[in-house]
Structures are given as C-alpha cells and as structure tokens.
C-alpha cells in the first residue's frame, strides 16, 4: 500500500542506522546506563507528511492512503482502479482547480475517513471560496463511481463546489457514463445497486445543481447538512432506479428544488426503496425557476418507501406524490408507500395552501401530522423568511434571501422543551441498512425517533 508520508519512510531509515551502529561495534556496551544513547535513545524527528500536486491524470492503481493534514492540489482527474482502495486521512483537504474541473472516477474504493475535530474537505482555494462564487462557481466534477465500484464512504467530510461543466477532456464523457459535453455534472453519481454508499456527519453545500444523483446503490444519509444545493434547479438527494437506503436525521437547508427526491424511473432489478424520517427541511423549492416544481420531499415513477417524522418549514410544497391532480392517478407503489407524522410550517397562505400539494396526488396531509403552530426550535425565527413573485412568461416566487457561508451554524434547530413537535412523532420506522461496514467501522443509523425533526431536545 502507498501511503504520501515521508515520516515513514525516514523514521525506518534512521532506525536501520541504528541497528547497524550497535550490532557492528564490539566495544559497545548496551547496558552501560552512562551512555548518553540509553538513557536518551534517539528519536526520529516528526516531519510533516508531504503534499499532493496533481497535474496530469493519476491512477492509483494499489491501495493508498493520503495521510492526515496534507494539501492535496487536485488539478487533474483522479482514477481508483477496480479493487483498489483510496483513503484519506483526518485533516486533508482537497483543492480543486477550477480551470480544470476535475473529477474523480471511482472503479474500486473511497474512503474519506475524518473526525468531528479534523474534517476533511474537498472544496477551491482560498481565493475562490467567496460569497460572491456561491451558486456561481463549478469548480471539480465530482465523485463518479462506476459499475464495479463496491464501497464510497464520506464521514465528517466538508463537499463544496462541485457540478463542473463537462467536457470532451473528462473520463467520465471519453467513457460514455451518460453524460453529456457541456452539462454539469453531479457532485455524486453511483450506477450499481450493490455499490455500498455511507454519508454520515458531513456537510455538502454551494452546488450549482444536483447534489448526489445515486443511480444505484445502497445508500446511508445520516447526520449530515445539505445547504443552498441548485442556483435555480437541483435536489439535495436526486435518486433513481436501483438504489434503496435510509436518509434519516439531516438538515435539508435552502435546496433549490427538494430535498430528497426519488424515482424508479427506467425500472431496475432493484427497485428504488428509500426511508426518508426525521430530518428538517427549511426553505425548500423556491429556487426552482418552473412552475410546479420545488419542494420539500418528492417520490416519482414506480417508486416507493416511508415519510416520517421530517419537519418542513417554508417549503414550496409539501410531501408530493406525482400522479395526476384530477384524477389522483399515480405510477407511484402507494400499496408500498407510508406517510405520517410530519410537522409542517408555513409563514403564509400560499405556502400553508401547499402542505398538500396542489400538483400531486395528495389532497390531505396525514391525520397524524401537525399543521398548525411553529415548530419550536431553540434559535431559529421561522417567521423571516420571506418570498416574493416574479412576474414573467412563467411567474414564480423566488426567496428573498441572503447567501453566506456556513449561515446555518448561527442557529439552533434542536427543540424547546414546550415544542409541539417534542413528543410527536412515530418511533416504528426501521432503517433500511442499519449497520454498513466498510473501512474497518460500523456506520450505524438509528430507528426513527418519537420526536419529528432531526435533532430532538437538547
């Protein structure tokens, strides 16, 4: 295995010295405590781990691993063969080149391993990283695993800037994945069902368009932060036929379209199945210039799973299922599909006028859910946020908002003590995938909790 540490390798060459020393010097006496050399062996100095620089398309082609706290300047494609393993260590960042926009192209494993206090982050420069580049810039091409890719794992990872546009020099158009020249591409995509897909603790935040686009996989969302996904379309979670999963307990924060979206559009041998409980869904689908569409939780086209417990404050539009309005027809496996317990929120008619949404096939929202009232978050005023309509050949509400880095750290979207939704929700859901193994770690997701929203009383 190749590890980018040069520690290593001069801490083995000093000690070989050493041994070379003592065993070759007949008037050494290796308990005489007198010698300086016993009583203060040496010891080799710690030395940084080298940086990364990238330039020309790199395949790793035996197991790696980018040690903890390097640079790594990602300035060309990136290419894990099949079998092999990438992985990186706490504290790496990864900085695209924007000129470039590369990506990487996933055959075997990557495993993206930080910790609360040393996340990992694959983001631009310092130069590029301004307020001003939100929704402007796309700057790497994102994760692509192919069809013999087995296991992706991002835990306490930091995701930004990603979608870049594609072109003839990417590897993911020279092999003909289903992408098109000039098209963005996806900060995620995955084509196996089998493909083992682990987010957890992770912030993704500042695309252009989709987020995750997994088609195919089996997927863990958990714990995680979803955060101005999509300038004037783009899901959080986009996900297609043969992926089944758990998205449980993520912040889903001002997503230009939804926050988890999924289909089974196309069929699959697997169909798409998710579990989507307790996560909190603020100011979604204002973004999305096109009428009847934007919102907050979307199932589409031979689809199914369970809606519970997810508080949707402000959204466009309530839990949607596609069908017909007239008539409540839908493609939609309703016989396969449970909904309940959502807490919903809206500061106006015309979002309150929505929790069931008008362009979908549900005319009420469950008995179990809770319609009136605020959510009751510690730090969170969920009366500012505000729309406005745009007048035009096809007329829309846009979000009267301010985009900054990391604005919803300033909250606190834990619940009062005296919140409505505290005691409120439905504890029956079982995940999907309850424990995935990969890397050596269990990634374990929790049943749905008797509180709605993700993140319950302090």
């Known amino acids: 295995m190749k590890t980018f540490n040069s520690l290593l390798v ?17 008037d050494t006496d290796i308990l005489d405590n007198d010698d300086p050399d016993v009583d203060n062996p040496i010891v080799p100095e710690e030395e940084e781990a080298e940086d990364i620089t990238i330039t020309e398309v790199y395949e790793i082609t035996q197991d790696e691993t980018w040690a903890a706290g390097i640079t790594v300047n990602f300035g060309n494609h990136v290419v894990i063969k099949e079998g092999v393993t990438l992985t990186i260590e706490p504290g790496v960042k990864v900085l695209a080149d924007k000129d470039v926009a590369p990506e990487f192209i996933i055959d075997g494993n990557l495993h993206a391993l930080g910790t609360a206090e040393d996340p990992i982050y694959f983001t631009v420069p310092t130069a590029d990283r301004t307020e001003a580049n939100i929704f402007n810039l796309q700057a790497w091409g994102g994760f692509i695993c192919t069809s013999t890719a087995k296991t992706f794992v991002l835990d306490h990872v930091v995701m930004e800037f990603a979608n870049g546009i594609l072109t003839d020099e990417h590897i993911s158009i020279q092999r003909e994945l289903g992408f098109e020249v000039g098209d963005p591409s996806y900060g995620f995509y995955s084509e196996n069902s089998e493909t083992k897909v682990v987010v957890h603790n992770s912030t993704i935040a500042y695309m252009v368009d989709d987020a995750f686009r997994p088609e195919g996989g089996q997927v863990s969302f958990y714990n995680n932060v979803f955060a101005f996904i999509g300038a004037t379309g783009g899901e959080a979670l986009n996900i297609k036929a043969g992926t089944t999963g758990d998205i449980a307990y993520n912040l889903f924060y001002h ?10 559009k196309n069929g699959a041998a697997v169909q798409t199945n998710i579990n989507a409980y307790n996560n909190t869904i603020v100011s979604g689908g204002w973004r999305r210039s096109k009428s009847g569409r934007g919102g907050s939780v979307n199932i589409e086209e031979g689809a199914r799973g369970k809606v519970f417990n997810n508080i949707i404050v402000n959204c466009r539009y309530g839990v949607r299922i596609v069908g017909d309005p007239e008539t409540g027809d839908t493609n939609v496996d309703m016989e396969n599909t449970t909904i309940g317990n959502q807490f919903y929120y809206g500061y106006n008619d015309i979002i309150q006028n929505e929790f069931a949404p008008s362009n979908g096939v549900l005319k009420t929202v469950s008995e179990s859910s809770i319609t009136t009232g605020k959510p009751g978050f510690v730090n969170f005023n969920v009366e500012a946020f505000k729309i406005e309509a745009i007048e035009g050949e096809e007329a829309f509400y846009t979000p009267i908002e301010t985009v900054k880095f990391d604005d919803w750290a300033q909250y606190d979207f834990h ?11 439905s504890d029956q859901v079982v995940p999907m995938y309850k424990s995935i193994s990969v890397a050596g770690k269990n990634f374990s997701v929790p049943n749905s909790a008797s509180y709605i929203g993700a993140f319950g009383t302090k």
């Open 10 to 26: 001069k801490g083995l060459l000093i000690l070989s010295t050493l041994f070379v020393v003592v065993s070759c010097s007949e």
């Open 255 to 264: 997503i230009a379209t939804n926050g988890p979206k999924w289909s089974n």
């Open 415 to 425: 619940l009062s003590a005296t919140a409505a939704a505290k005691d409120a929700g």
